[in-house]
C-alpha cells in the first residue's frame, strides 16, 4: 500500500494549481496546501478507500482553500499591500510560464474554476456543484463554454 | 471533434502542466520531512508508553497493608449503611434484605441487541448551510469504524452571529423509525469561527440511511431540521424553527399580500365609510380572483371575500357602489382615472402570537394626484390575520383591522429630496418629483397610464408595496405587433415607490420595465446559455406564482441602475424565456418578483399563441440570427440592449456563414476579433442572391464585430445592437 508520502507526492501539482486557480496568489496557496496537508495527515487513517486519495486530499484543499478567502475577506490592512502587489507580480511571472495558468486567465472568471475541477481535478460534474454550490446545470452550462474557449485557445498553442 | 475528444484533448494539454512554485515546494518537501518524523516520533512515543508500561508492571508493590486497611474501613461503613437501609425497609437485618432480593423473580428482558456495524466513510456534502444570518453548518460526513459511528459536522461563524448552538440531535428515521441516536452537546468556545463537532451514534445499525438532524439553541429554538440521506448524500430541508417560518412569511408573502390588498378602505374624512368599505372589499377581491385567472363571477368574488375577510355574502349582489357594477352574472370596474383609496408606504412590524399574526401598516391617501406622496400625510393602522389552511385565493384571513385611523407622521418628517436621483437628463425617465415641471409629467403619466389600462385586464396598481405606482405603458409595435422574438415588446415607465434597502427611508425613483418578446427554446437546448450571461445563476425558491423559473443577470450599469432579469416557463414542446430589464435612477433592487407577477399575471402582455411560436433549437439557431427580409425590418427603437459579448457571441455565426459565401479570409482569426458600436446602415451582405448588387437599408445601432488576417483581409458583422440580430456585413481588404 502507497504511503501517505508517496500519494502526496503524485498529488502536488494538482494541489499547487488548484489553490493558486482559487487564491491567485502563491503565499495564500501555499498556506491553504499547508493547512490541507496537516488536515489530511490527521485524518489519512479515516479514509479507508485510498484510491480516492486525490479526490479526497483535493476536497480538504478546496475546502481550506475558500476557508483562507472567507477569513482574509474579513481584513485587509493597508500594509499589506505591498505585499500584495509583490504577489501580484510574482503571479505574473508565474502566469507567463505556466501552460494552465497562461489558459486560464485567457477565458471568463467564472468558468476557471470549473474549469480546474473539470479537466485537471477530475471531479465529475455533480461533485463541482456540490463544491462550489451551483446548480448541476450551470455547472454544465459553464462546462460547455469552458470547452470550446479552452479548445480554441490550446489548438492554437498547440500549432505554435 | 466530438465533446469528449475536446476534453481528452483538454486534459492530456492541461496535464502537461507541472510547474509548480519554489515555495509550494519547499512547504511540500517540509511537510513530508516533518511528516516522517512525526510519523518516528509516534513510533518513538509509542514504544515510551510500552515501556512506561512494562516498567509500571514491574514495580514492586510496597504499599499493600495500607489498601488492606482501606478496603476493610470501607466495609464497616458500607455494611453500617446498608443494616440501617434495611431496618428502615422492614427487614430485620441486611443479610434479610439481601436473601430476599436474590430469591425474587428476574423481570428484566433483554430489549436491545448490539449490532456489528459495518465500515463505512461516508462524504455526505461540503456545501454551506445557512442556518442563521453569519451563521453556517457543512454536514461533511459519516464515519463507522470498529462498530462506533460518528457524524461531522462544521461550524462556520460570523464574528458579529451572536447565535449560540446549545446541542444537536441525531435520530434515525429511516422507514417509519424514529429512535435517537445521539445527543451532542455543543463544544464552542466563546470567539471561536471555525470548528468542527463530532457527534457520537449509539443504536446504528447497517439498515440506516436515513437521519434527521436537529439544531437547538441555548434559547431551546430550533434551529435547523435536516434530513440526511446517507444512500443517496443528499440534504433535505425539513423546516426551519416557527421563528423562523413566520419571518419568511411575514417577510415574503405577508408583505406581498399586505401590499397588495391591505384593507385600508376607510378615510377619516369620507362621509360614506361604509359605501367605500364595500367598493373596497369587492375591489381587493375581484383582484385576487383576475390575479388567479379566474372569471370574476358572483361565486368567486364572494368566495374570494369569504377567505379574506371571513365574510359571508353568498347571495348578496354588492352593486351599490360607485365604481364596480355587477352585470351578465360577473363584477365589473368602473374605468376611473388613477384614483386609489389608499396606498401602502411602509410594513415597519409584524408581530406572531398564537396563530395571529399582526402587522403595522404606514400608508396615505393620494386620491387622484399621486404626484405628491412624499408631501402627504401618512397614517398608521394595525391589522391581523390568520392562516387559511384550505383556500383558492388567498392564505391570509383579516379577521380585525384597527378603525382608528391615527396619524403619526407629517410628511415633512419624512425625507426623501435627498434620495431622489436626479434623472431630469435622461430622456427615458420622466422626471423627478422634485420641481413643479416634473410633477405636470407625472400628472400627464397617470393619464397617460389611466388611458390606457383596462381595467379588465391589467390589475389595479392600487395599494402596492415597493412597487411602480404611475405607468406609462408604451406597447411596441401595437397590439397586432409582428415583433420578432427578442426585440422589445413593451416599456413601461414610471415612479416606483420603495424603501430604500440602505437607510430604510422610503424613496421614489424613476423606473422604466423594458420587456422584450419571448424567444421559444427546444427542449434540447441548454436554456442557461441563452437566458443569461455567464454570471447568471438560477434563484432558488425564487418563482413567480405562476410557477415560472427566474434566472438572474448581474449585468448592470457603470452608476449601478440597470438589472436584467431572464425567466422561463415550460410549455408542453419548449420553454418560453422572457427577458425584463429595469433601470432605476439609482442602484436599489425593487422587489421584482411583484412587479413581474403584476406583469405576467394580470396584464399577459406578451402572451403568444403557440402555433406563432418559432422554437429555436440548436440547429435552427443559427439561420434565425440573420434578418432575412429587411425591407420589413424597423425595430420601434435604435436603444443598445444586447452586450458586447452577446454581440461576439452572435457574430460567430456570421463569420461561419460569411465562409460559405466568400473566401471568408480572416473570419477564423478569433485573436483579432475587435468590436465597435456605430451606427451603420444595414445591408444585404448576407441576404442578396445571385448577382444582385449591394444594397443599403435603415441606419441602425450595430455592434461590428470585425476579423482580419495578417495581410489585412478581414471580415466585418453588423449586429443590431437592440434586436441582437445580424443585420449585414462587409468583407475588406485585397
Same mark, same amino acid.
Given at each position: 500500500?502507497?504511503?501517505?508520502?508517496?500519494?502526496?507526492?503524485?498529488?502536488?501539482?494538482?494541489?499547487?494549481?488548484?489553490?493558486?486557480?482559487?487564491?491567485?496568489?502563491?503565499?495564500?496557496?501555499? %498556506?491553504?496546501?499547508?493547512? !490541507? @496537508?496537516?488536515?489530511? $495527515?490527521? +485524518? #489519512?487513517?479515516?479514509?479507508?478507500?485510498?484510491?480516492?486519495?486525490?479526490?479526497?486530499?483535493?476536497?480538504?484543499?478546496?475546502?481550506?482553500?475558500?476557508?483562507?478567502?472567507?477569513?482574509?475577506?474579513?481584513?485587509?490592512?493597508?500594509?499589506?499591500?505591498?505585499?500584495?502587489?509583490?504577489?501580484?507580480?510574482?503571479?505574473?511571472?508565474?502566469?507567463?510560464?505556466?501552460?494552465?495558468?497562461?489558459?486560464?486567465?485567457?477565458?471568463?472568471? %467564472?468558468?476557471?474554476?470549473? !474549469? @480546474?475541477?473539470?479537466? $485537471?481535478? +477530475? #471531479?465529475?460534474?455533480?461533485?463541482?456543484?456540490?463544491?462550489?454550490?451551483?446548480?448541476?446545470?450551470?455547472?454544465?452550462?459553464?462546462?460547455?463554454?469552458?470547452?470550446?474557449?479552452?479548445?480554441?485557445?490550446?489548438?492554437?498553442?498547440?500549432?505554435? | 471533434?466530438?465533446?469528449?475528444?475536446?476534453?481528452?484533448?483538454?486534459?492530456?494539454?492541461?496535464?502537461?502542466?507541472?510547474?509548480?512554485?519554489?515555495?509550494?515546494?519547499?512547504?511540500?518537501?517540509?511537510?513530508?520531512?516533518?511528516?516522517?518524523?512525526?510519523?518516528?516520533?509516534?513510533?518513538?512515543?509509542?514504544?515510551?508508553?510500552?515501556?512506561?508500561?512494562?516498567?509500571?508492571?514491574?514495580?514492586?508493590?510496597?504499599?499493600?497493608?495500607?489498601?488492606?486497611?482501606?478496603?476493610?474501613?470501607?466495609?464497616?461503613?458500607?455494611?453500617?449503611?446498608?443494616?440501617?437501609?434495611?431496618?428502615?425497609?422492614?427487614?430485620?437485618?441486611?443479610?434479610?434484605?439481601?436473601?430476599?432480593?436474590?430469591?425474587?423473580?428476574?423481570?428484566?428482558?433483554?430489549?436491545?441487541?448490539?449490532?456489528?456495524?459495518?465500515?463505512?466513510?461516508?462524504?455526505?456534502?461540503?456545501?454551506?448551510?445557512?442556518?442563521?444570518?453569519?451563521?453556517?453548518?457543512?454536514?461533511?460526513?459519516?464515519?463507522?469504524?470498529?462498530?462506533?459511528?460518528?457524524?461531522?459536522?462544521?461550524?462556520?461563524?460570523?464574528?458579529?452571529?451572536?447565535?449560540?448552538?446549545?446541542?444537536?440531535?441525531?435520530?434515525?428515521?429511516?422507514?417509519?423509525?424514529?429512535?435517537?441516536?445521539?445527543?451532542?452537546?455543543?463544544?464552542?468556545?466563546?470567539?471561536?469561527?471555525?470548528?468542527?463537532?463530532?457527534?457520537?451514534?449509539?443504536?446504528?445499525?447497517?439498515?440506516?440511511?436515513?437521519?434527521?438532524?436537529?439544531?437547538?439553541?441555548?434559547?431551546?429554538?430550533?434551529?435547523?431540521?435536516?434530513?440526511?440521506?446517507?444512500?443517496?448524500?443528499?440534504?433535505?430541508?425539513?423546516?426551519?424553527?416557527?421563528?423562523?417560518?413566520?419571518?419568511?412569511?411575514?417577510?415574503?408573502?405577508?408583505?406581498?399580500?399586505?401590499?397588495?390588498?391591505?384593507?385600508?378602505?376607510?378615510?377619516?374624512?369620507?362621509?360614506?365609510?361604509?359605501?367605500?368599505?364595500?367598493?373596497?372589499?369587492?375591489?381587493?377581491?375581484?383582484?385576487?380572483?383576475?390575479?388567479?385567472?379566474?372569471?370574476?363571477?358572483?361565486?368567486?368574488?364572494?368566495?374570494?371575500?369569504?377567505?379574506?375577510?371571513?365574510?359571508?355574502?353568498?347571495?348578496?349582489?354588492?352593486?351599490?357602489?360607485?365604481?364596480?357594477?355587477?352585470?351578465?352574472?360577473?363584477?365589473?370596474?368602473?374605468?376611473?382615472?388613477?384614483?386609489?383609496?389608499?396606498?401602502?408606504?411602509?410594513?415597519?412590524?409584524?408581530?406572531?402570537?398564537?396563530?395571529?399574526?399582526?402587522?403595522?401598516?404606514?400608508?396615505?391617501?393620494?386620491?387622484?394626484?399621486?404626484?405628491?406622496?412624499?408631501?402627504?400625510?401618512?397614517?398608521?393602522?394595525?391589522?391581523?390575520?390568520?392562516?387559511?389552511?384550505?383556500?383558492?385565493?388567498?392564505?391570509?384571513?383579516?379577521?380585525?383591522?384597527?378603525?382608528?385611523?391615527?396619524?403619526?407622521?407629517?410628511?415633512?418628517?419624512?425625507?426623501?429630496?435627498?434620495?431622489?436621483?436626479?434623472?431630469?437628463?435622461?430622456?427615458?425617465?420622466?422626471?423627478?418629483?422634485?420641481?413643479?415641471?416634473?410633477?405636470?409629467?407625472?400628472?400627464?403619466?397617470?393619464?397617460?397610464?389611466?388611458?390606457?389600462?383596462?381595467?379588465?385586464?391589467?390589475?389595479?396598481?392600487?395599494?402596492?408595496?415597493?412597487?411602480?405606482?404611475?405607468?406609462?405603458?408604451?406597447?411596441?409595435?401595437?397590439?397586432?405587433?409582428?415583433?420578432?422574438?427578442?426585440?422589445?415588446?413593451?416599456?413601461?415607465?414610471?415612479?416606483?415607490?420603495?424603501?430604500?434597502?440602505?437607510?430604510?427611508?422610503?424613496?421614489?425613483?424613476?423606473?422604466?420595465?423594458?420587456?422584450?418578446?419571448?424567444?421559444?427554446?427546444?427542449?434540447?437546448?441548454?436554456?442557461?446559455?441563452?437566458?443569461?450571461?455567464?454570471?447568471?445563476?438560477?434563484?432558488?425558491?425564487?418563482?413567480?406564482?405562476?410557477?415560472?423559473?427566474?434566472?438572474?443577470?448581474?449585468?448592470?450599469?457603470?452608476?449601478?441602475?440597470?438589472?436584467?432579469?431572464?425567466?422561463?416557463?415550460?410549455?408542453?414542446?419548449?420553454?418560453?424565456?422572457?427577458?425584463?430589464?429595469?433601470?432605476?435612477?439609482?442602484?436599489?433592487?425593487?422587489?421584482?418578483?411583484?412587479?413581474?407577477?403584476?406583469?405576467?399575471?394580470?396584464?399577459?402582455?406578451?402572451?403568444?399563441?403557440?402555433?406563432?411560436?418559432?422554437?429555436?433549437?440548436?440547429?435552427?439557431?443559427?439561420?434565425?440570427?440573420?434578418?432575412?427580409?429587411?425591407?420589413?425590418?424597423?425595430?420601434?427603437?435604435?436603444?443598445?440592449?444586447?452586450?458586447?459579448?452577446?454581440?461576439?457571441?452572435?457574430?460567430?455565426?456570421?463569420?461561419?456563414?460569411?465562409?460559405?459565401?466568400?473566401?471568408?479570409?480572416?473570419?477564423?482569426?478569433?485573436?483579432?476579433?475587435?468590436?465597435?458600436?456605430?451606427?451603420?446602415?444595414?445591408?444585404?451582405?448576407?441576404?442578396?442572391?445571385?448577382?444582385?448588387?449591394?444594397?443599403?437599408?435603415?441606419?441602425?445601432?450595430?455592434?461590428?464585430?470585425?476579423?482580419?488576417?495578417?495581410?489585412?483581409?478581414?471580415?466585418?458583422?453588423?449586429?443590431?445592437?437592440?434586436?441582437?440580430?445580424?443585420?449585414?456585413?462587409?468583407?475588406?481588404?485585397?
Amino acid at each position: 500500500m502507497e504511503s501517505f508520502e508517496d500519494l502526496v507526492k503524485n498529488v502536488k501539482v494538482k494541489m499547487y494549481k488548484t489553490a493558486m486557480a482559487i487564491l491567485k496568489n502563491d503565499d495564500d496557496a501555499c %498556506d491553504a496546501i499547508q493547512e !490541507a @496537508l496537516i488536515s489530511a $495527515y490527521q +485524518n #489519512f487513517e479515516k479514509l479507508r478507500e485510498k484510491q480516492y486519495f486525490d479526490t479526497w486530499m483535493i476536497r480538504i484543499l478546496i475546502h481550506k482553500c475558500y476557508d483562507l478567502i472567507h477569513k482574509n475577506k474579513k481584513v485587509v490592512y493597508l500594509n499589506q499591500k505591498l505585499e500584495i502587489d509583490m504577489n501580484e507580480q510574482y503571479y505574473d511571472s508565474y502566469k507567463s510560464e505556466s501552460v494552465l495558468e497562461s489558459t486560464l486567465c485567457q477565458i471568463d472568471t %467564472d468558468l476557471k474554476t470549473v !474549469a @480546474l475541477l473539470y479537466y $485537471y481535478d +477530475n #471531479f465529475t460534474i455533480k461533485d463541482i456543484s456540490n463544491i462550489l454550490n451551483i446548480p448541476e446545470g450551470t455547472v454544465k452550462s459553464r462546462l460547455s463554454r469552458t470547452r470550446e474557449q479552452l479548445y480554441s485557445i490550446l489548438k492554437k498553442e498547440e500549432v505554435i | 471533434m466530438t465533446d469528449m475528444g475536446k476534453d481528452n484533448f483538454i486534459k492530456e494539454q492541461l496535464e502537461k502542466d507541472i510547474l509548480i512554485s519554489k515555495k509550494a515546494d519547499e512547504v511540500f518537501n517540509h511537510f513530508l520531512k516533518g511528516e516522517k518524523y512525526m510519523k518516528s516520533n509516534q513510533e518513538n512515543n509509542h514504544f515510551v508508553q510500552e515501556e512506561k508500561d512494562i516498567n509500571r508492571q514491574k514495580k514492586p508493590k510496597n504499599h499493600g497493608w495500607m489498601k488492606l486497611v482501606s478496603v476493610a474501613a470501607c466495609f464497616v461503613v458500607i455494611f453500617a449503611g446498608a443494616n440501617v437501609y434495611a431496618t428502615t425497609q422492614g427487614y430485620k437485618n441486611v443479610f434479610f434484605m439481601i436473601k430476599d432480593l436474590v430469591n425474587k423473580e428476574e423481570n428484566v428482558t433483554i430489549t436491545e441487541k448490539s449490532e456489528i456495524l459495518s465500515d463505512r466513510d461516508i462524504t455526505i456534502s461540503y456545501s454551506n448551510i445557512e442556518i442563521a444570518e453569519g451563521l453556517n453548518i457543512q454536514i461533511n460526513r459519516l464515519i463507522i469504524k470498529d462498530n462506533e459511528a460518528k457524524l461531522y459536522i462544521r461550524i462556520i461563524k460570523d464574528t458579529e452571529n451572536q447565535i449560540n448552538i446549545k446541542k444537536y440531535i441525531v435520530t434515525d428515521i429511516t422507514g417509519n423509525k424514529d429512535v435517537v441516536l445521539g445527543t451532542h452537546n455543543s463544544t464552542l468556545e466563546p470567539n471561536t469561527i471555525e470548528y468542527t463537532e463530532e457527534i457520537k451514534l449509539t443504536g446504528m445499525d447497517n439498515a440506516t440511511q436515513k437521519l434527521k438532524l436537529e439544531i437547538i439553541d441555548d434559547k431551546e429554538n430550533t434551529l435547523i431540521l435536516l434530513e440526511i440521506d446517507l444512500l443517496n448524500k443528499e440534504l433535505d430541508l425539513l423546516s426551519y424553527n416557527k421563528n423562523e417560518i413566520f419571518e419568511k412569511l411575514s417577510e415574503t408573502e405577508l408583505k406581498e399580500i399586505l401590499g397588495e390588498y391591505a384593507y385600508i378602505a376607510f378615510e377619516n374624512t369620507s362621509n360614506n365609510i361604509e359605501d367605500m368599505r364595500t367598493n373596497r372589499e369587492l375591489d381587493i377581491a375581484m383582484t385576487m380572483v383576475i390575479q388567479k385567472g379566474d372569471k370574476t363571477t358572483k361565486e368567486n368574488v364572494h368566495k374570494a371575500i369569504k377567505e379574506y375577510l371571513g365574510k359571508d355574502v353568498t347571495d348578496t349582489i354588492l352593486d351599490k357602489t360607485g365604481d364596480i357594477y355587477f352585470e351578465n352574472g360577473e363584477y365589473k370596474y368602473t374605468p376611473r382615472d388613477g384614483f386609489c383609496p389608499a396606498l401602502v408606504l411602509d410594513i415597519p412590524e409584524i408581530t406572531y402570537k398564537d396563530g395571529v399574526y399582526t402587522a403595522t401598516i404606514i400608508y396615505c391617501f393620494p386620491g387622484e394626484d399621486w404626484s405628491n406622496i412624499e408631501q402627504l400625510e401618512q397614517y398608521q393602522t394595525t391589522m391581523e390575520f390568520t392562516l387559511n389552511t384550505n383556500y383558492t385565493y388567498t392564505k391570509y384571513c383579516l379577521i380585525n383591522a384597527d378603525e382608528m385611523v391615527k396619524q403619526v407622521y407629517k410628511a415633512a418628517s419624512i425625507s426623501v429630496s435627498n434620495v431622489v436621483p436626479n434623472n431630469t437628463e435622461e430622456e427615458d425617465f420622466i422626471g423627478t418629483t422634485e420641481s413643479e415641471e416634473n410633477d405636470d409629467d407625472n400628472l400627464q403619466n397617470v393619464n397617460n397610464y389611466a388611458s390606457t389600462m383596462d381595467w379588465t385586464n391589467y390589475s389595479a396598481p392600487g395599494i402596492r408595496f415597493i412597487y411602480p405606482t404611475i405607468f406609462s405603458v408604451e406597447e411596441i409595435g401595437g397590439a397586432n405587433r409582428g415583433n420578432r422574438p427578442g426585440e422589445i415588446s413593451t416599456k413601461i415607465t414610471g415612479i416606483a415607490i420603495g424603501k430604500d434597502p440602505d437607510t430604510g427611508k422610503i424613496i421614489k425613483s424613476n423606473l422604466t420595465i423594458t420587456i422584450y418578446e419571448p424567444l421559444y427554446l427546444a427542449k434540447n437546448v441548454d436554456i442557461r446559455q441563452y437566458t443569461t450571461s455567464s454570471n447568471g445563476y438560477e434563484k432558488a425558491g425564487f418563482k413567480t406564482y405562476e410557477g415560472l423559473m427566474w434566472y438572474e443577470d448581474y449585468y448592470k450599469d457603470d452608476d449601478g441602475s440597470k438589472e436584467t432579469y431572464t425567466c422561463l416557463r415550460e410549455l408542453t414542446n419548449c420553454y418560453e424565456v422572457y427577458k425584463i430589464e429595469f433601470q432605476t435612477g439609482k442602484d436599489w433592487s425593487f422587489k421584482v418578483r411583484n412587479i413581474i407577477n403584476w406583469l405576467l399575471g394580470s396584464t399577459k402582455l406578451i402572451e403568444r399563441p403557440e402555433n406563432e411560436i418559432i422554437i429555436m433549437n440548436e440547429e435552427t439557431e443559427e439561420t434565425d440570427v440573420f434578418v432575412t427580409d429587411l425591407d420589413q425590418y424597423n425595430p420601434a427603437s435604435n436603444d443598445v440592449v444586447i452586450s458586447k459579448s452577446e454581440a461576439q457571441r452572435i457574430a460567430q455565426y456570421g463569420f461561419e456563414e460569411s465562409k460559405k459565401r466568400i473566401a471568408g479570409e480572416g473570419a477564423d482569426n478569433v485573436d483579432s476579433e475587435t468590436v465597435t458600436l456605430e451606427e451603420v446602415y444595414a445591408n444585404n451582405y448576407f441576404t442578396a442572391k445571385y448577382n444582385e448588387s449591394h444594397k443599403n437599408y435603415m441606419k441602425r445601432m450595430c455592434y461590428i464585430v470585425r476579423r482580419e488576417n495578417e495581410m489585412g483581409n478581414g471580415i466585418k458583422i453588423y449586429v443590431d445592437a437592440t434586436t441582437g440580430l445580424i443585420v449585414g456585413g462587409a468583407a475588406f481588404g485585397d
